[in-house]
C-alpha cells in the first residue's frame, strides 16, 4: 500500500533468451517506451531498457 509506479525504483531484469528483438518489438505497441536500444555488453549478450505502460524502468537480457 502507498506505492506507486517509478522509473527511480530497483530495476528487474527480464529474461528474454532468443526472444529479445521481439519482445522490444512489442514494447510501444503495449504502451511502453524504449529507453536504451539492444545493446551489447560485451559476453555477457545484450540487453536493452524499457519504461512500462505504468512507468516502471525494465531491464531486458539475452546472451543471444
Known amino acids: 500500500m502507498g506505492n506507486k509506479p517509478s522509473a527511480n525504483g530497483t530495476r528487474v531484469y ?10 522490444i518489438a512489442r514494447v510501444e505497441k503495449a504502451g511502453g517506451k524504449i529507453v ?3 545493446t551489447k ?19 531486458l537480457h539475452s546472451f543471444k
Open 14 to 23: 527480464l529474461s528474454c533468451e532468443g526472444v529479445l528483438d521481439d519482445v
Open 36 to 38: 536504451m536500444p539492444r
Open 41 to 59: 555488453i560485451g559476453d555477457a549478450g545484450w540487453v536493452a531498457l524499457i519504461t512500462d505502460s505504468e512507468g516502471n524502468s525494465v531491464g
